[in-house]
Nanobody, 126 residues
C-alpha cells in the first residue's frame, strides 16, 4: 500500500522561508515523477512544482517561480519543497503526489498523479 506523508507546514511570516518534505512508503520516490500542489481556501487545487524522473527536469508555476525550489533528497528518500520569500497568497494546504507511470515529463495536471498525501497546512501571516 502506497502512502505519502507531507511534513513541515505551519505558520510563517511574510518574506520568511519554509521547507516542506514529502515521504513515501510502499514506493521509491526516486523512480517516479513527483508533484507539489496547493489548495487555497475556496479555490481549486493547483500544481505549483514538479520533478521528472526521466531527466531530472523541474517545473514551476509562474506564481512561485524564483521563490520556491523542488529537490530530491536521496539520503532521506524525500522530495522537498523549499519555499522562500513567502507571501500571504501562498497560504493553503500543500499536497505531494506521485505519478505511478512517470512515462513523460511531469506537469501540473492533477489527473496525471496516482497517489496523494493528506496535505500539510501552510499559513502565511504577520
Amino acid at each position: 500500500q502506497v502512502m505519502l506523508v507531507e511534513s513541515g507546514g505551519g505558520f510563517v511570516h511574510p518574506g520568511g522561508p519554509l521547507r516542506l518534505s514529502c515521504a513515501g512508503s510502499g514506493l521509491t520516490p526516486d523512480f517516479h515523477n513527483i508533484g507539489w500542489f496547493r489548495q487555497a481556501p475556496g479555490k481549486q487545487r493547483e500544481g505549483i512544482s514538479c520533478t521528472s524522473v526521466r531527466d531530472n527536469s523541474t517545473w514551476y508555476a509562474d506564481s512561485v517561480k524564483g521563490g520556491f525550489s523542488i529537490s530530491r533528497e536521496y539520503a532521506k528518500s524525500t522530495v522537498d519543497l523549499q519555499m522562500n520569500r513567502v507571501k500571504s497568497e501562498d497560504t493553503g494546504v500543500y499536497f505531494c503526489a506521485v505519478d505511478r507511470e512517470s512515462t513523460s515529463r511531469c506537469g501540473p495536471e492533477v489527473n496525471a498523479y496516482t497517489w496523494w498525501g493528506q496535505g500539510t497546512q501552510v499559513t502565511v501571516s504577520s
